[in-house]
């Protein structure tokens, strides 16, 4: 676990304004500025937050689970479980770090860097996961 846990932070930490910091719970927390975007736990439990309409369409989408402990917040949890689950932790991060980078007080954080239509194209978002995305982010998911 802790080389998939090594994998994962070296990937974030590598997108525009990201750290990793020791998280008070255990496990590692990653932040752009000073927002958390999601944690890892040493067990590979991933919690990460969004509101509540990007949580429930990711959960009815099967793509992540209520959180552990706080199941009717906009957080959820994934759990790594084989090399396959590595990727969809780091999807879920990048969705997270996506959603909060477009938000106006985080765009110092990220800078021109990136183009985000771009990036939540890259992700491959269902068109309704698009949507609620588009109308919680203000970015546009161009459709082909």
């Known amino acids: 676990m802790r080389e998939r846990i090594e994998h994962i932070k070296q990937t974030v930490t590598s997108w525009p304004g990201m750290s990793a ?28 937050p969004f509101n509540t309409k ?3 369409q990711l959960l009815d989408e099967k793509r992540a689970e209520p959180h552990h402990l ?8 994934f759990y790594i ?17 996506l959603f909060y980078a477009s938000r106006p007080g985080n765009r110092a954080a990220v800078g021109d860097q ?13 068109d309704t996961l698009s949507g609620v995305f588009a109308n919680v982010s203000g970015v546009q998911h161009e459709t082909e």
Do not use: C
Request: charged share 20%.
């Open 54 to 56: 990007i949580r429930t």
């Open 114 to 126: 990136l183009d985000m239509t771009a990036e939540i194209q890259a992700l491959g978002l269902s």
């Open 21 to 48: 910091n020791p998280h008070r719970f255990g496990g590692l927390e990653f932040n752009l500025g000073k927002v958390e975007i999601g944690h890892i736990h040493a067990n590979g439990m991933v919690d990460i």
């Open 81 to 97: 479980r084989s090399e396959a689950d590595v990727e969809q932790a780091l999807w879920l991060f990048r969705l997270s770090y």
């Open 70 to 77: 706080l199941p009717e917040t906009g957080w959820i949890t």
